[in-house]
């Protein structure tokens, strides 16, 4: 039996191609349905990198915001208010401006008994708020970070010779702290064993600022207190090589610039020193002409002479505080004319007066003056501090207005009106100020300094 065909049914052709159109338009639409789905792809990605760019901006924004508010915060929180202490019961802007009316304010608070005692942070205060120290730097609103590349850049050193007040030490160590410093403390032998522990206890909640490793017991007008310094130029010397310059300070200093403006100053020297050198006057020849001894505490003057300056140095006289280099200072610990020359004004009067000033004027001493009279620097001059004496101020064609605090040895220690003179000063440092004679002083330069520091900070 063969094999039979069978036959197309009715229609068979136009079923055939109803088939293949449809095959050809479904096939059609998947390719179009794929093509739109490519396309849609590609459109959520574009969609998503525009919403991720545009999530990221707004995120990037938001961090600004908070890192902005997190500033402003701190900047609040470090501004010293109208409001926080005794002392604000005065507008210190108005002082600042000569107010007399708010100087005579001032003064009358500050022989008010009742105002000094609640003014005053004793000894045993400080030492119960560092045994928090977090706490502690926080509420005496210490700067804890730089406030600007510039001074990040430029480290100084310090030196701060104390022996009492320890208050007045805290709050000037307070007003220059930045963290990029470098800070030794002195702290005198013979100090209060409170002041001594009082002073320790602040030192230790902060990293850059440390104990001279080797003490004094420093007696006026005698070596011991050239010694001091020479014990923390050393220190610092070895502790960083990154400090530019080296500033010396008493605990009864107090900054009439900012640490930018210091900076600003400090760079303008050019590697230059900044101190008083003059001529001796005659009447302090027998300083060093003569050797002097201590006898009982004190510096006694001999009938012994002193034998010539080695090496045919003329002596200057000038003051105790110096800005100087770090080649200056390198100078002072490793030269040795430096050696010879410290050795012999050890038994002379007072030889803070002479040491730094004769230095300033030996050729081949870095940032060195020649030694011709017209080089002649004065403290009005120099940088390093304004002081008020006795002898020069009051009258019209004085060196300075009257000195509207006390006098001790001679040096106005400031009132409250003194301070607009000061401020209008291109020193660095005003000297002297006591927290237990007017703190309203004090207080008025503490808030104009941190003003200033912060005002573009934020």
């Not at 969609?47 to 924004?61: E, F, K």
């Not at 002082?95 to 009742?114: N, R, S, Y």
């Not at 403390?185 to 600022?209: E, F, L, M, R, W």
Request: charged share 25%.
């Amino acid at each position: 039996m063969g094999l039979v065909h069978k036959k197309n049914p009715k229609g068979s052709a136009t079923s055939w191609i109803k088939a293949r159109s449809a095959l050809f338009f479904t096939r059609k639409t998947t390719h179009t349905r794929l093509l739109m789905a490519l396309i849609n792809t590609r459109q959520r990605r574009s969609w998503m990198l525009l919403l991720s760019g545009a999530w990221l901006c707004v995120l990037i924004l938001l961090i600004s915001l908070i890192v902005n508010e997190k500033a402003r915060i701190n900047y609040r929180s470090l501004m010293f208010r109208d409001d926080e202490t005794p002392e604000d019961d005065c507008n210190c802007e108005k002082i600042l401006q000569g107010d007399l009316d708010e100087i005579k304010h001032a003064k009358i608070l500050t022989i008010t008994k009742g105002f000094k005692n609640i003014t005053r942070i004793t000894d045993e205060q400080y030492v119960k708020q560092a045994e928090d120290c977090e706490m502690f730097l926080r509420t005496r609103k210490y700067l804890l970070f730089p406030l600007s590349k510039e001074e990040e850049a430029f480290p100084v050193a310090y030196s701060i010779v104390v022996h009492h007040k320890v208050q007045n030490f805290e709050r000037l160590l307070r007003s220059i702290y930045s963290p990029q410093n470098f800070y030794c403390i002195h702290v005198d032998k013979k100090a209060p064993q409170s002041t001594i522990t009082a002073i320790g206890a602040i030192v230790s909640c902060i990293d850059n600022v440390f104990l001279a490793s080797k003490k004094e017991e420093v007696v006026y007008a005698s070596w011991s207190r050239v010694q001091a310094d020479i014990n923390c130029m050393k220190d610092l010397y070895q502790v960083s090589s990154r400090w530019k310059y080296f500033i010396n300070l008493c605990g009864q200093d107090f900054p009439i610039k900012t640490n930018l403006e210091i900076v600003h100053a400090l760079k303008a020297l050019a590697g230059a020193n900044s101190l008083e050198t003059q001529i001796t006057p005659a009447n302090k020849g027998y300083r060093w002409k003569k050797q002097h001894q201590l006898i009982n505490g004190r510096i006694q003057t001999t009938d012994q002479d002193k034998s010539p300056p080695p090496f045919g140095i003329k002596i200057f006289t000038g003051g105790a505080y110096i800005v100087v280099s770090r080649d200056f200072v390198r100078y002072v610990l490793e030269d040795p004319k430096a050696q010879v020359l410290m050795s012999w004004l050890n038994d002379t009067y007072s030889p803070d007066e002479f040491i730094w000033a004769t230095m300033q004027r030996i050729p081949g001493v870095p940032g060195f003056l020649r030694a011709h009279p017209k080089y002649d620097i004065t403290d009005i001059y120099s940088i390093s501090r304004v002081i008020k004496w006795a002898g020069h101020e009051g009258a019209l064609d004085a060196v300075y207005p009257a000195c509207q605090g006390i006098h001790i040895r001679d040096i106005c220690v400031y009132g409250a009106g003194d301070l607009q003179w000061i401020v209008n000063h291109h020193h660095l440092f005003a000297n002297k100020f006591d927290t237990d004679f007017d703190p309203i002083a004090i207080r008025c330069l503490e808030k104009y300094l941190r003003h200033k520091a912060l005002k573009n900070y934020h």
